[in-house]
């Protein structure tokens, strides 16, 4: 059975940086593009940065130059670095495959950017 687990979020000044990971059970990580996703209190869950089983990466344009995504194929671990936050990354963020999570979501791990 497959099970994401994000872990890393907190409360952080704009400006500041975070590192979110996610941990996958289960033999698809390698052979998957990972992303991550955010979710905003009221808002749907949007894809914020996925990357590939080569390492080609791709950010959404309100991440880009801040965010980096990466990934750890032995240890089935993808993480997001965050640096330059803003009031506006404030939300839950989830791990799943890219574009569409194929599996379960995770509990997510709160984001919180105060001004």
């Known amino acids: 059975q497959v099970q994401l687990v994000e872990s890393g979020g907190g409360l952080v000044q704009a400006g500041g940086s975070l590192r979110l990971s996610c941990a996958a059970s289960?033999?698809?990580?390698?052979?998957?593009?990972m992303g991550w996703f955010r979710q905003a209190p009221g808002k749907q869950r949007e894809l914020v940065a996925f990357?590939?089983?080569?390492?080609?990466?791709y950010y959404a344009d309100s991440v880009k130059g801040r965010f980096t995504i990466s990934r750890d194929n032995a240890k089935n671990t993808v993480y997001l670095q965050m640096n330059s936050l803003k009031p506006e990354d404030t939300a839950v963020y989830y791990c799943?495959?890219?574009?569409?999570?194929?599996?379960?979501w995770g509990q997510g791990t709160q984001v919180t950017v105060s001004s």
């Open positions: 289960g033999t698809f990580f390698s052979s998957s593009t």
């Open positions: 799943n495959t890219a574009p569409t999570g194929r599996f379960p």
């Open positions: 990357i590939t089983t080569g390492g080609g990466t």
